[in-house]
């Protein structure tokens, strides 16, 4: 057992009591009374109802316990978004196993650092996966042979609420990736904290996340959100280009749409999307990063639903800021999840408390103690609060010195996305070869290919639109600026490519 974070007030307010969720299975499970021959999930592998979801995990955990795992150890799962996802995830819970959720994308060095690091025993993948873990792992990837002849029945391990249930890893944009853990309780309080006060959900949605399920954004999304009403999941493998997932809402009619906002501004911009119908939605929901009024003004004009924001974290295991159907404000990350504490410390620096935070960081107690204070995130990012809405002003260490005066990259890309000619853009600091450092913007524009005319044109913008030491000095433009795994602007590729880069600084 994890020593448990202390009990917060945001328990009481929405009345959760974590002693009624010693293992995180039964979010999945209560659907086996309740509406067994309801759709769980459906998509390109077909439909799956509770019951034989339910008997495909119960079939899971039986094959980990009868390969000799202990209760505790770790199981690797590196999957793709499919019915087996689901089963193995639920069926390893149940049993008293904790998986350990990884990124497709995850190159063979970074993947063995993740093998070594949770003492993982086993490893869950798909064949073309195969050679990308080191030769001495225990994989599975034949799964129909893996669970073939157990039981379809299976009873909850003796967990509790406060033992690890499964993790998952930071990103490590700023170092070392980090395990983060996540208790048995967890998944139960983002389902009564932000869905049941945001989302709303109704057993007859069908929910479609385009963020993959090893997020912590889309694991809530897909299943954990859906499964506590007893919802359907469409599930999309593979990667989700635009036209991939237009087609995936074509053919499905999803009610209820997760997305990125580099995900919201590809899809507004991918060929033919007025013509389709998308009339199925009836709520949309976007995380992770801001998303400019432009174009949550045309994602509107497409279905005639503005993208609710939000703003979560891994070590939060879902949102605990977001705006709402009836009241969101353009910007803003919105206000105070129920259930949640927010406090805004030293330099606007934010602070969430909540039953749903990660204990600790695995094998990292310098990183813990830096995050994990006294039940408290320490988030590392800057807000402003007005009115109850928060909005987000940059990281706390992303502050430079421009020309002598303080500046934050994030407004001046905020002052970029802006402009009617702008698709996205990314702006950071950069350091000239005489050491100055200035601010430099990768942009992508409508237009397409850009000139010297472009540069000065969005020079002028942000000088007109912001303070005039503020305006980026190199501009570089791209059809398309580089994503992460998890559809993020990846800023890490965007520093490279920018440094490589020297012209147009004036």
Known sequence: MIDPVSNPPGAQEIGFTKADHPNCSEILWQNLARNPRARALTGPAGDVSYAELIGLAA??????????????DRIALFLDDTPSFAAAFFGATRAGFV????????????LAFYL?????????????YASRFPGNTRLVTDHAAYIDGQPTTLDAAPTGPDDMAFWMYSSGSTGRPKGIVHLHHDMAYTAESFAAHVLKLRSDDICFSVPKAFF??????????PFAVGACTLLMPGQPKPEAVLDMIDAHAPTVFYGLPTLYTALINAPGVSSLELGSLR???????ILSEDVATRWKALTGLAPIEGLGSTEMLHVYLSNTATDMRPGAAGKRVPGYEIELREGGVMFVRGHSSAPLYWNRPDKSAETMQGGWINTGDRFEEREGFYYFQGRADDLVKVSGQWVWPLEVERALNEHPEVIESAVLAHALPDK??????????????????????????????LMPHK?????????????????????????????????NIA
């Open 116 to 128: 070594e690091d949770s003492a993982a025993p086993l490893a869950v993948t798909e064949p073309h």
């Open 216 to 225: 912590a954004y889309g694991f809530g999304n897909s299943f954990t959100f």
């Open 471 to 503: 305006y980026p000095r190199q501009i570089t433009f791209m059809t398309d600026l580089p994503k992460t795994g998890t559809g993020k602007i990846d800023r890490q590729a965007v520093k490279s490519i920018l440094q490589g880069s020297e012209k």
């Open 283 to 289: 709520q949309c929901m976007s995380a992770a990063e």
């Open 99 to 110: 998986p350990v959720l990884l990124n497709t994308m995850t190159p063979p060095e970074l």
């Open 59 to 72: 079939q899971w955990g039986n094959a980990f316990t009868a390969q000799g795992l202990a209760p505790g």
């Open 436 to 465: 100055r450092i200035t601010l430099s913007a990768l942009v992508s524009l409508r237009s397409g290919p850009a000139d010297e005319g472009a540069v000065k044109m969005l020079q002028d913008h942000v000088k007109t639109t």
